[in-house]
């Protein structure tokens, strides 16, 4: 009987042990998981990821400028800067 006792409080020992372990893995999940929903946090994910985007499309993989993607680009950015100025000197006279 006293061997089925020490059985018993060392599966109950057993079981606290993996009880705390899983609350300390839950609190640190829901650590995670505030820190990731953080406006500031998805902000600065949203930023890094632009940035890569930006730099893969305008980069080889070697890391050589790509010329005729980054003309492209500047002669898109000047015809919509155009149409906005238009628009604002229509706007102006109407």
Same mark, same amino acid.
Request: net charge positive; proline share 2%; glycine share 6%.
């Given at each position: 009987?006293?061997?089925? &006792? !020490? ?14 372990? @899983? $609350? ?10 505030? +820190?990731? &929903? ?9 930023? @890094?990821? @632009?940035?890569? /985007? ?5 980069? &080889?993989?070697?890391?050589?400028? $790509? +010329?005729? /993607?980054? !003309? ?13 100025? +238009?628009?604002? /000197?229509?706007?102006? /006279?109407?």
């Amino acid at each position: 009987m006293g061997e089925q &006792t !020490s059985r018993s409080s060392q599966s109950a020992d057993t079981i606290e042990a993996e009880i705390a372990a @899983t $609350r300390a893995h839950l609190a640190s999940t829901l650590d995670e998981l505030a +820190l990731r &929903t953080q406006p500031r946090e998805i902000a600065r994910r949203q930023v @890094t990821s @632009t940035k890569a /985007r930006f730099v893969e499309a305008t980069h &080889t993989p070697e890391g050589d400028l $790509r +010329l005729e /993607r980054v !003309s492209a680009m500047a002669a898109g950015a000047a015809v919509l800067l155009g149409l906005v100025i +238009l628009h604002f /000197r229509h706007r102006r /006279r109407g």
